[in-house]
Nanobody, 122 residues
Framework: QVQLVESGGGLVQAGGSLRLSCAAS????????MGWFRQAPGKERVFVAT????????YYADSVKGRFTFSRDNAKNTVFLQMNSLKPEDTAVYYC???????????????WGQGTQVTVSS
């Protein structure tokens, strides 16, 4: 059973910062590539950031480039999403995702976390 456990969401004012965490088992962290998606109210779930294990590059949605940073702690089987300069339009449920390849699309995701709410007030 693959479990992805997210934490770190909350309420923040525009311009503020939050850091999301997603912890997985060693097996999941080894055999899957992890990333982040988000779903705003009434909208589709969309890609935010992930890591390409074959390239070593980190990929971001255009809407978060320069503000969000994806990172990994291999020793803790955990990925992070540092979110700075938050905007009201960043308000969404953020989901951790695991895929057999870098999860940049919904169809590339094999497993989802439970989601964590991020609310940015203006």
């Amino acid at each position: 059973q693959v479990q992805l456990v997210e934490s770190g969401g909350g309420l923040v004012q525009a311009g503020g910062s939050l850091r999301l965490s997603c912890a997985a088992s060693r097996r999941t962290f080894t055999f899957y590539t992890m990333g982040w998606f988000r779903q705003a109210p009434g909208k589709e779930r969309v890609f935010v950031a992930t890591f390409g294990p074959s390239t070593g590059n980190v990929y971001y949605a255009d809407s978060v480039k320069g503000r969000f940073t994806f990172s990994r702690d291999n020793a803790k089987n955990t990925v992070f999403l540092q979110m700075n300069s938050l905007k009201p339009e960043d308000t969404a449920v953020y989901y951790c995702a695991a895929g057999q390849s870098a999860p940049t699309t919904l169809t590339a995701v094999n497993y989802w976390g439970q989601g964590t709410q991020v609310t940015v007030s203006s």
